[in-house]
Structure formats: C-alpha cells, structure tokens
C-alpha cells in the first residue's frame, strides 16, 4: 500500500499531465498551476507529517510523562516565582526549596515501589508474632477524661519550618510552601505512573534539570542582562559633561524654542 504522500505526488503529475494535454499552447497558464500545486502540496504533506500540529512521541515513556507533567507544574511555578521581585536572594530561596521538596519526595517514593516489588515476592503465608508488653495494655486502658485540654498543651509546629532549608530567605521558603502544595500531587502521581526503572530515573534526572534550566530562563526574563546601545558621539558629549552648577557643554543641543 502506497503512502500517502507517494499517492498525493502521483496525483498531482497526473492532473500537471492533463493540463498539458489540453493546453498545449499555454505555458503561462501552467507556470500558474505548478504555481498553485506547489503551495498545495506543501501544505498537504505538512498535514500528512504532523496531522495533529503535536511532535512525535519520545522513545522513552519516561520523557513523555515528564512532558505532560511540565505543561502543567511550570506554568504554577512561572507565575509564583516572578511574583518575587524584592530581591535575588528571595527567588533563589524559591528555587532552591521547590527543588528541595521534588527530590525528597520522590525519592521515598521510588523506595516504597521497590519495597513492594520485594514484598510481593515474599510468601503471604508468612507466620507473623505480636507481643503486647505491659506498658502497651496500661495505656489501652487508660481513660483520658481531658482529650481537649491535652490538644491546647500541645504547640503546633508550623509545617513551613519542616519544609525550610536552614539559611534562605524566608518569603522565598513560604511562596515555595505554597507552590509545592498545588504541584505535589500531580509530581507523585506522574512518578507513580513509571514501573520500569530506567523510565522512572530518567523521569527524576530530567525533571530536575528541567526545573533548574526554567527557573535560569525565568531569572533571565526578569532580569535581562542587556548592555544599552551607545556610540561615539555620546560617549564623547558625555566625557566632556562638566559638573553641576557649571555651563552646559557646548555639544548639547538647545531644545528651548
């Protein structure tokens, strides 16, 4: 069976083919239709090769999924990072801690996933021993007649702290609390979704990288470090500019009408 681009070649030679037949006198009036057969077939094959506008799959299932996941993470990240403009220090701490939390997270859970595998090849029929002590059947039996009170002794420990790296800025910590919580669910569950360990560790390597080289793309347009055009004349006239309080320079154009 032909392909469809050999089929849409052979049909155009074919209609070129008639033309001629009929036209024989004409060369303008075929120069127009070659003209007008090379636009369509440059569309069409287009439409053959990519009918749906997206690139083709990736060899690694691992590549793809992280694919997906960025659409939807990055954006989430893009728009909490550049709502930090107060200073530096304050978006390197939001990158440092977003990084922080992707690799501590997944990293348990790539551990639980082998830890199943290894279960799973245990006998279930595994003789399993409790043993009670006596301080575990004195506190069963004991009777709280306060539970509220022991609730309002008890402080509870801001889970920003636990999520912090000791040393960064705080509002870069607190933002980066704040993006991690929208974005962590759907970070373990693309991970979860990865069985084979070469898809799973390049799914870990390139998020990584690909959080890092964003985040170097979002710093950039923050602050584009681009030098301001200048040429001769100016840095001439500006060389010569006296002091305050002195005569202008006579190289500076009078604009007063």
Known sequence: MKNPESLLRENVRALISLVKKKNKNSQSEEQQLRSIIREFLSHELKEVKTPDGDP??????????????????????????????????????????????????????????????????????????????????????????????????????????????????????????????????????AYDMLSNPEDQEVFFDYLIANLKLYFDKFETEIQPNVEEPTNQAYDSASSQQPAGGEEESADALDLEI
């Open 56 to 189: 083709a799959p990736h060899k690694s299932t691992g590549i793809n999924v992280l694919e997906d996941l960025l659409k939807k993470i990055i954006p989430q990240v893009e728009d909490d990072y550049k709502l930090l403009t107060t200073s530096e220090e304050q978006r390197e701490s939001y990158r440092s801690h977003i990084i922080d939390a992707v690799v501590k997270t997944l990293t348990p859970v790539g551990l639980n996933n082998d830890a199943l595998s290894d279960k799973s090849k245990d006998s279930l029929d595994e003789d399993i021993d409790i043993e009670i002590s006596d301080d575990d059947e004195k506190d069963d039996m004991f009777i709280d007649i306060n539970p509220e009170k022991s609730k309002e002794d008890e402080v509870e420990e801001d889970p920003r702290e636990t999520f912090g790296i000791e040393g960064k800025d705080t509002t870069g910590r607190n933002m980066a609390y704040t993006t991690f919580k929208k974005i962590e669910s759907q970070i373990i569950d």
